[in-house]
């Protein structure tokens, strides 16, 4: 999988249904939307959800989304691997690695998604957009804070090993909006993520940062880079 952490996480779903709202396009591109048509959201702040490797048919990530969508935010998860599935529910896939850098997953088209989707959240009234991510979703997120296009973005147990070091240093290095990483506590170490990120001038001169390192058998490790 993506990190220990997966492994050691148990199974990935739970049961019950696949979220209470609707499945819609945007051109090719299936979309998991939270709160039906009939009742607008009441903030202007959208965040696009980038599931984890298990992909969009899974309830527990639609129920996260319906959680954020009950908060007043316009909510969209978009279903990257186009009715995919990874490796980890079909081995016959090949190599994780290999698979998980080609065809949909790549990042040239994620990126043009997420573009394609935020272009569509903003016409509908949204006035800054956030990438929100589960493993591999939060490496997604972390790319997506290279690019400048976002408000912010966030990773939630995120696959920052796919960047190919564990503690993605390099990738949030270069970083152009907050970030926020709330991990496992047997994930990979944040504090040469910490460094990294202080590091990046017009970050550091403008937001505030909060690490919290674990106890070896906590179950957090997180890292917030926000603007006050």
């Known amino acids: 999988m993506a990190s220990k952490a997966c492994r050691d996480g148990g199974s990935e779903v739970n049961p019950g249904t696949l979220g209470e709202g609707v499945e819609t396009m945007l051109g090719d591109l299936p979309m998991y939307c939270p709160v039906p048509w009939s009742g607008p959201p009441t903030s202007t702040v959208a965040v696009i959800v980038v599931y984890d490797i298990f992909a969009f048919n899974i309830s527990n990530t639609r129920a996260q989304c319906?959680?954020?969508?009950?908060?007043?935010?316009?909510?969209?998860?978009p279903d990257f691997y186009r009715g995919g599935v990874s490796p980890m529910q079909d081995p016959s896939l090949g190599d994780f690695g290999a698979w998980v850098s080609s065809g949909h997953r790549a990042w040239d088209s994620v990126e043009k998604d997420l573009e394609a989707v935020s272009a569509s959240l903003i016409g509908e009234g949204a006035t800054s957009v956030v990438v929100l991510g589960f493993c591999w979703g939060g490496y997604i997120a972390a790319l997506a804070a290279a690019t400048g296009k976002y408000a912010c973005a966030i990773g939630i147990h995120a696959a920052l090993k796919l960047s190919g070091e564990e503690s993605g240093a390099a990738l949030v290095a270069q970083s152009k909006c907050p970030l926020m990483f709330l991990q496992a506590g047997n994930d990979p170490d944040l504090r040469p993520t910490y460094e990294a990120l202080k590091a990046v001038p017009d970050l550091a001169e403008s937001c505030a940062w909060y690490i919290r390192i674990p106890a070896v058998d906590s179950s957090s490790n997180s890292l917030l880079f926000i603007r006050e």
């Open 66 to 77: 319906d959680r954020l969508a009950a908060e007043g935010f316009r909510v969209v998860m």
